[in-house]
């Protein structure tokens, strides 16, 4: 566990990268909004923090050698201007971290780099002996979640993903992708519960925005509430914007549902449904 302030300024949106100097994998999570923020796994050694921020500047930039009794950070960066290299000082421990065996290490590199390469099955076994060597190993079980979902055995996935969670509550990747699978399952009550969890616990990822925004929408739900969480989303899941402009063009914004539509349209998303945005947009025009 690990803390970031930054005076006034929000850092929810900021990105922390850790990085082994040696061998090891590297690590990028968001503070949740009091702050905190965690790396499982990380092996004993030399690692390269850096934080950078909503803009993409470098805000803190240093080199710590973590051991097992120190794994704990907080940070301080001033709330204006560059901070590359703040003081030793910034440093404090607060508990143990799990240690996770060099054997369960080495069959969830195989496993992540399986995941890379689409290899779901390699991954899948390398990942399931990883969590049979390390049962406590909470980002093996939430990667083999993700292997069990990309092989569409959705009740594998979900069970370590929970998994992940009840050994590390806060784990965002394993409680965002719960979410996902809940809501692509068409559990949406489950699924509005789960973001609620998550957004309780100010973890406010789009993920879970976007999943509580469509899981109020599929119960009937608040439209106002649910457009407020698809505002969170929007930025990094551009299809959140198709439902907001659904939303607002029901209740008569048809300027701001146009601007939706305008926006996404600049994005990456489903080039294949452009053709038949474009004719929404230009429907909401007239």
């Known amino acids: 566990m690990a803390e970031i302030s930054a005076g006034n300024s929000s850092t929810s949106a900021w990105t922390v990268e850790l990085t082994p100097l040696r061998v090891g994998v590297a690590r990028k999570t968001t503070p949740g909004q009091d702050g905190f923020f965690e790396f499982l ?13 909503a803009e993409g500047r470098m805000r803190y930039r240093d080199v710590y050698r973590l051991r097992p009794n120190h794994e704990t950070l907080s940070i301080s960066v001033p709330s204006a201007g560059p901070a590359q290299h703040p003081k030793p000082d ?21 496993g992540v780099a399986a995941l890379k390469n689409r290899q779901v099955m390699s991954a899948v076994e390398h990942l399931k002996a990883a969590v ?16 069990y979902l990309r092989s569409k055995e959705y009740h594998q996935s979900a ?10 509550p806060s784990h965002q990747a394993a409680n965002d992708n719960l979410c996902m699978l809940l809501l692509k399952t068409k559990r949406y009550a489950e699924a509005g519960q789960a973001a609620g969890r998550i957004l309780r616990h100010g973890a406010g990822s789009a993920k879970a925005h976007y999943v509580a925004a469509v899981s109020l929408l599929a119960g009937r ?12 989303a929007e930025d990094a ?21 146009a601007h939706e539509l305008e926006t996404y349209l600049r994005t990456p998303d489903r080039y294949s449904r452009r053709p038949q945005i474009e004719a ?5 025009r007239q």
């Open 90 to 110: 910034a440093i404090s421990t607060r508990r143990l971290q799990h240690k996770v065996p060099w054997q369960a290490m080495i069959e969830f590199r195989e």
């Open 221 to 232: 739900g608040s439209q106002s509430e649910a457009l407020r969480h698809l505002r969170r």
């Open 41 to 53: 796994a990380v092996t004993p050694g030399e690692h390269e923090l850096r934080v950078i921020d």
């Open 132 to 147: 049979a060597i390390d049962p406590a190993f909470a980002d093996a079980h939430s990667d083999l979640g993700v292997a």
């Open 159 to 168: 069970e370590q993903f929970q998994k992940a969670i009840n050994l590390v």
């Open 237 to 257: 899941i551009p299809k959140a914007r198709l439902l907001a402009a659904s939303i607002l063009a029901h209740t008569g914004r048809r300027t701001d549902a």
């Open 280 to 284: 929404w947009l230009a429907e909401l």
